[in-house]
C-alpha cells in the first residue's frame, strides 16, 4: 500500500495536534508490512506523515518539488527536513528549477500518481493559491486516486 499526504500547513497547534493524532490513528489501522509513505515531507502534515509512517516501520518515498525547494522552507524546519530526506528509500524529482506555486502542484501530481491512496489535511475549502490542498485532491479525484480526509470537527485554520 502506497499512502501520499497534502495537507495545509501553518496549523494552530491544537489542530496540529489532532491532526498529528489522527494520523497516528490512521497508521494504526493499517497493515504496515508493505507500507510506503510518499511526501513532500514540508513542514506540517507532510513531515508528520512521513515520521509517523517511519516509526511505524514503513518506508518513505519523497517528491523535491523543484532544486531550489528545500530553501523555500523555514529554516528552523530545514535539519528536519534534511533528515527525513536521508531516511527516504526512493526520491522523485519533477526536474524544475524555482519553487514555485506550478513546481508545488507538478509534484504533488508526480505524488498523487505514485500513491494507491491519499491522506489530505483539509479543511474542505478552495486553495488559496494555485497548487494548494484543494487543488491536490481535485487532481487525485479527477485520477482516480481515493482520497482519505482528514480535518478535525470544528477546527479552522
Known sequence: MRIGITGHRGLPSDVADQVRASLIAHIETLENTDLIAISCIADGPDAW????????GAKLEVVIPAAEYREGLPDWYRPE????????????HTGLAESTSEAHQAGSEILVRLSDRLLAVWDGKPARGYGGTADVVGYARQVGVPVTVIWPDGASR
Open 49 to 56: 506523515w512521513a515520521q509517523i509512517a517511519l516509526d511505524a
Open 81 to 92: 527536513y534534511d533528515r527525513l530526506l536521508s531516511n527516504a528509500s526512493d526520491v522523485h
